[in-house]
């Protein structure tokens, strides 16, 4: 049975936008080191960087039927998350797709698939996370489902959690850790600032980390030459 | 036997420069979703759109002699298009070709294998969708065939077809189909322009499409909230 | 055992910087076509050109505490190369090394394997190859080698030789041969230029690498039309 | 912070060996082909077929100390499932382990990493699918976690689902649905029972399964001779 | 438009059947080392042998329908060989439709997609070639096309073209050249057979083939002890 | 230019026969994790286990001339090691070259390419370890090197180096350090031996290994049901 799941929480918007102010490297330490998507989902243009509320759609191979079902379903300030149910190369979403969710407001795409009209999506900056770029066609014959939990890209998203995207990849943080995670990375970011000033100044990260005693412990050892 | 083939057939040159005006992704629609190579042939540098008339070559793994017998049979509007007779991720091609057949008109290369030089190339604005690129040179010891048909990353290409590439990818259209394929690409563009405008101001692919009736019939539904 | 060996010979500093100079297809070349790495390991940014004496970091998989190690072993001139003893795509490298680097005067970074922060490493102009990018973090709990002979991306790597680093990929010239290949490199370079003037002039390699010959020789054979 | 949970429901192990009976594809369609694994988890012998009550265990690349912390939390008739939390090829699990495993009577292992001493699983007829085979070694560094919800392969997998394994591949059976997927497993193979007679027989498929009014229905065209 | 393709002319049944006795690697080498598919179609049983006339199928992604429509295409002798139009991994194929070509007398399967049921089509002896093995299901809601030209994990099939498979992969001959072809096959081997005798008895191919004066003057030479 | 280096040292026949005896695992282990190729090299047939002394060629893609060169440089308990200039998946090595081969007593050949003629391989009992199976043919046209230091699947194999390979993969260990690690192979099997007992009677890892202190320092901790 195929359900379109209406209306799901999502974070405070204000939250989710901060969130966008850390990047993906910071965020994914913030929360644990976990949540990352795949390295195989890049972005289509450099520089982009956005955080928001997914919004899921689960999709058959070849099939981008239920992606028009699933703008409906959003809002400003979400983000789409696709992942077809069996590995797929086709180009589901082109920029019409696009037009429609600029529309209402969303700020891009993840799609463990591939997406098409590049060229047209980054004058657009409408940023898109694909698995591959790809100009093949899809059906739309058969059903899937909207706002359900699913795996992107190796990682859980639950409608509603938010996703997080740069150049470094995709991070999906759960909704209800939003504001632990946010907190969470200013102070991660805070104490970085400190050390980036001291190993720009020459100091070594093995003192600035306090690192020897402890690799001297496991057995670390010097030798001059050849060895 | 090491066979070239001259003076192929080629389409009228107006209307292969007219198909560049549409992009793969609509000329791939347009002739009914056949064509299209697979979606690791990228381009070297973002942002170009060619469309010529196909030279084919045939090549050993690691060994770019035909390349050197192939650009003598190319002509003002041709373009490259090279497969290995088994993967191969050397780098046949390099500024010097490149040199060589844009002083031929040539506009470009497709290449199922690797390329090399690749800054110097986008500096010449010259054109190039790989699989691969690499600096790891390549021999001159074997034959192998111009102008004969052959398979490139998944596509049959006949000598004189027109190969159309662009962000999107590589898309080869018949000889004989491309008068068909231009009319079918204006049609369909003007179509989504329309469409794109309707989208732009808010109205959903659902009504637009007029979607709604044939998804409930295939029992879609909707719920609120938790699933 | 794990072990960092202390100042390894490297060859004298001008000579390498000379190297760069010609990128790394022509130096593949001129030193017989041999040392080139896998064609995986690509650039976070295009355009960049370097050339370094290599202190190689053997690392475990997930585990980026020897990088740390190495910083220490870091001269003006240097190129970090490292590779981990079991594939892994996380992101063992970000800002904060790339700043300490920097602050050493190392030019880059080869590492197959993944790295982070890259919108920031583009902006610090700070080159890495790799063969991932992702945010994934690593830890420091287990021991490796610097500065011992390791694999990096199919090519051996003795600290103290030569890395250079383009578009095109990375190459290895071993520290005793670097004269010798630079010699080579300018020699090749020389000859090119006068081949490209003629190539751009509209002759064919056919005839300005006297190919005919030897091609009908090996049974090249031409036909019309239709084959 | 690193944790295992004990004593995790199960279902009942009667009805988790009768799932066994049926086969992965019988049962991933008996459940909406829903929660079946990656194509490249492949089995280390043909012939296996278990079904088991999971215990999950999340490990860090290179590093299997939790899988000797997860072997306590085995009982009889349960499968042990294994995730790295980034990709890695390592051989987390031998000969040992499984004498260890078989002593608690567990019934087989699902691993997204690499595996050894395969050989001698094959000789105990202890069965393994996994993503790879690699005799390399892993440390006992980093902690993880047993018995949390993970995502293994692209399937998610809570602790106490009933997962069933054979020469098609790994599928996951929420535990709340075991007793469901059972029945409609019972229900499909009846049914594809008669219709093999019926094929065997000669019929078609398109006659058995009344397929001609709906191709027709699409536009399905006949032709004879060439194209 | 999809169309089905009645009544394609096949070779003659006892030459295609007399092709079988040489496997893959001579028939190959035989008609001049064209039409092997990629090495990544296995098969899913070690020691088949088979030839049959092709009957193509062109499917979409994840949908199986047009193989129920081109069960009732097939004759005796013939051998089905799918294409997606894009890259899939779904299990297309299972023991029932396995069982309905067995009762036509189809002699394999070679799909460029999954299969399922793998331990079922062992012991009915029906041999595949695949890309994956997988349980994944299919739909059956859109076209495609039976008995037309297609490409198949790299090579060109014509309907009614002679393939031959083997634990070596799978290779197309053109239904016009299946006589020649067989022809050199019966000379390949005859002068295979001597020459196995003689490098059985201690001949080294160097001097069977008469190799010695040719790498001479390619310029080998030979060192004694280290280099 | 190309080099056969002939006769290179290798270590005592009956020590490398007994290195046999023990597995790659083990030998892996017991030289400090190192010399592992990557896992992509796989048996044609399961349950080979053979150690010789390397016989190592550097080929040309899709050229297998210095095969034949290299057979004449084989003796009795060698075992051929083939590596490509650049990745490559044809079939270099087939039934007659394995004829040639056995008659001189070689033990195997490790190639990270293609090897074809499987089925015949397998009833010589000759064992091969490959990157691909593939029928596609080579040519002989261009030379290499025989006997010189190369990178095969990611590990640096000296020429004389002993290789072991089994159904986990395939190690090499140095010549010089031969009996070292056959002495640390049998102890390491020793107490495993006695490990195993205590495991098969029920004894937890735990507390076999002594970890359950390491792993509360570094902070596990047990929860009761669900999470």
């Avoid at 929480?9 to 990352?36: K, M, S, W």
Wanted: proline share 5%; glycine share 10%; charged share 20%.
């Amino acid at each position: 049975m195929s359900v379109v799941v209406r209306n799901r929480e999502r974070a405070e918007r204000g939250v989710v936008e901060a969130l966008a102010a850390f990047g993906v490297a910071t965020i994914h330490e913030a929360q644990g080191r976990v949540g990352l998507m795949a390295p195989y989902m890049r972005p289509i243009y450099p520089g982009a960087l956005v955080a928001g509320s997914a919004v899921t759609v689960s999709v058959p191979p070849g099939d981008n039927w239920m992606i028009h079902v699933a703008v409906e379903q959003c809002q400003p300030g979400d983000i789409l998350v696709v992942a077809p149910t069996s590995a797929c190369d086709c180009g589901y979403f082109g920029d019409l797709l696009a037009t429609s969710l600029q529309a209402r407001g969303v700020v891009g795409l993840i799609i463990e698939a591939g997406v098409r009209d590049v060229r047209t999506l980054t004058e657009m900056r409408f940023p898109v996370w694909s698995r591959y770029i790809s100009a093949q066609g899809t059906v739309k014959a058969t059903l899937g489902d909207v706002n359900r939990p699913l795996v992107c890209a190796g990682a859980l998203v639950n409608p509603g959690d938010v996703v997080v995207a740069d150049d470094d990849g995709v991070c999906v943080v759960p909704r209800q850790r939003v504001e632990t995670v946010l907190a969470n990375s200013r102070a991660r970011e805070q104490k970085e600032t400190a050390t980036r000033a001291r190993l720009a100044a020459g100091e070594l990260g093995l003192d600035v980390y306090d690192m020897r005693k402890a690799l001297a412990a496991k057995g670390l050892t010097y030798q001059d030459g050849k060895d």
